[in-house]
């Protein structure tokens, strides 16, 4: 299994893009700006999208991909796969025909080139051999993270969260965990912002991460644009035991 970052900034600049992680050729972790430094043969490869949540960091290229790829994606739709409170959030507040046309209608009102595709926390997608799990976790919206398995191998990703012990309660039942991306958001001077938002900073993640039973490489993702440094220091102070690196547009892991 690779994945590759396109994206695991908290924001936007000449070097940030938002969350989006592309799993071997074909599978989206979540599609924040990062799906723009894909070229439009590599976009044309992704055929599923695993969205973590509805807020607009982790959803902004769906929309801009379906009328990209319109023509590709004609007869073969492009899957997208999330929480039945993240499809309705979708269908109502983004493909609407007012902030962008309903492209799970286009070209056909059965047979359109998005497929929303509703999967409650707990359930495992299998594709190609690779395992697909959503785990319930603590955000602002009903959001999850994901669990992905492949030949032995095992990668997970926290998606936008704070403090809960759902998430770490099940990466502790799995046999191994090789690559872990969990977020923090906020440096420790934003803590009581962090808990208003649903997210986590260092000292929240520093409660957190001891939960877990698998010493893995661990990456945070989601850093404030300006305040990386600030927040790595912090994290790397309050958890000298682990093996802790900032999560880096480009990054590539192969599992
Ligand atoms: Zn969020
Ligand atoms: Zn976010």
Redesign the pocket.
């Known amino acids: 299994m690779k994945v590759r970052v396109l994206g695991c900034s908290?924001g936007i600049n000449q070097n940030a893009a938002?969350?989006s992680f592309l799993v071997d050729d074909d599978i989206l972790i979540d599609a924040g700006t990062g799906v723009c430094n894909l070229s439009l043969e590599e976009m044309r490869g992704i055929k599923h999208i695993f969205v973590t949540h509805s807020?607009l960091?982790?959803i902004a290229s769906i929309p801009l991909l379906a009328d990209t790829l319109f023509d590709d994606l004609t007869g073969q739709p492009l899957i997208v796969h999330a929480l039945p409170e993240t499809i309705e959030a979708l269908q109502a507040h983004i493909f609407n025909w007012v902030i962008w046309p309903d492209f799970t209608a286009l070209p056909d009102r059965d047979a359109g080139v998005l497929k929303l595709e509703a999967m409650e926390a707990g359930a495992v997608v299998e594709l190609s051999g690779r395992q697909i799990e959503m785990i319930r976790v603590n955000h602002a919206v009903l959001g999850v993270g994901y669990c992905i398995r492949a030949n032995g191998k095992a990668f997970a990703f926290s998606g936008?969260t704070t403090s809960n012990d759902n998430f770490w309660d099940r990466l502790n039942k799995l046999d191994s965990l090789d690559l872990l991306f969990v977020e923090s958001?906020f440096a420790d001077r934003d803590l009581a912002l962090a808990k208003l938002a649903f997210h986590y900073c260092p000292a929240l993640l520093a409660q957190d991460l001891p939960k877990l039973k698998h010493k893995t490489k661990v990456c945070i993702s989601?850093l404030k644009p300006g305040c990386e440094q600030e927040i790595m220091a912090q994290c790397k102070a309050a958890l000298p035991d682990w093996d802790i690196q900032q999560l880096k547009n480009g990054d590539v892991f192969q599992l």
């Open positions: 908290g938002t969350t807020h960091d982790h936008d958001a989601h």
